[in-house]
């Protein structure tokens, strides 16, 4: 079985400093890939950012990067430069890759962005 | 290119009616999966679909089922509705299932049962 942990339910952070929101996995494929999605209060899900496990280096898009440490299961989120308008819920994702798995979700963090 | 669209985008229903929610994928993506939301479960996997066939279901009773068509587009059907339906029904779209491609997610439509 595959697991998602997210230990922060809120966090706040200033406008244009750095956060990192937390995700832990757990999961016994030797295959998986790692996501993590915005949710803003229209409800869509928005795409950031994918890790594989086997990719060699950190995965960048923007503003966002994946802290990925494999040994210890963790696939932290860090957005720099934060902007009022990354005020969401922040999902992390993961699936397993050598079987017929389905994604599975962590609870979601929710970020306020302070001016 | 036109993303993930769902149909209707809210709804609302009564106890022991139906319901039937549709998916529009990404043009060219051939596997559609289904997601319900709510505040105390969060994000639970419904079903997937690839190329008209289910690959997967996640723990949800016979009442929520689903299809794919041959154009991919896809409908999910609830039927008896309960109270415990109300959620945020999810749709998301990748280009093929059971791999690491990036499932991209619709608008959502949310039910609501009285």
């Known amino acids: 079985a595959q697991k998602i942990t997210q230990t922060q339910p809120g966090m706040f952070v200033q406008e244009k400093e750095a956060v990192t929101l937390d995700c832990t996995y757990d999961?016994?494929?030797?295959?998986?890939?790692l996501f993590w999605y915005k949710q803003p209060s229209s409800g869509e899900m928005i795409f950031l950012i994918y890790?594989?496990?086997?990719?060699?280096q950190n995965a960048t898009e923007g503003r966002y990067s994946l802290n990925f440490q494999k040994a210890r299961k963790s696939a932290n989120l860090v957005i720099s430069a934060s902007q009022l308008g990354d005020s969401a819920m922040y999902f992390c994702?993961?699936?397993?890759?050598?079987?017929?798995?389905?994604?599975?979700f962590g609870k979601g963090t929710r970020l306020s962005v302070i001016a | 290119k036109a993303g993930v669209t769902q149909t209707p985008r809210y709804l609302i229903k009564t106890r022991g009616q139906q319901v039937t929610l549709s998916c529009s994928p990404i043009?060219?993506?051939?596997?559609v999966s289904w997601y319900q939301q709510t505040p105390g479960q969060g994000l639970q996997f419904l079903f997937e679909y690839f190329s008209e066939t289910q690959r997967n279901k996640g723990n949800f009773p016979g009442r929520f089922s689903g299809r794919q068509f041959s154009n991919s587009r896809s409908e999910m059907n609830v039927s008896t509705l309960e109270l415990g339906d109300s959620a945020l029904y999810l749709c998301a779209s990748s280009l093929v299932a059971g791999s690491p491609d990036t499932q991209y997610f619709g608008p959502g439509t949310r039910l609501t049962v009285l």
């Open positions: 043009s060219g993506h051939r596997s």
């Open positions: 994702a993961m699936r397993g890759l050598s079987g017929n798995t389905p994604l599975v």
């Open positions: 999961t016994s494929d030797p295959s998986y890939g």
């Open positions: 890790q594989g496990s086997y990719d060699q």
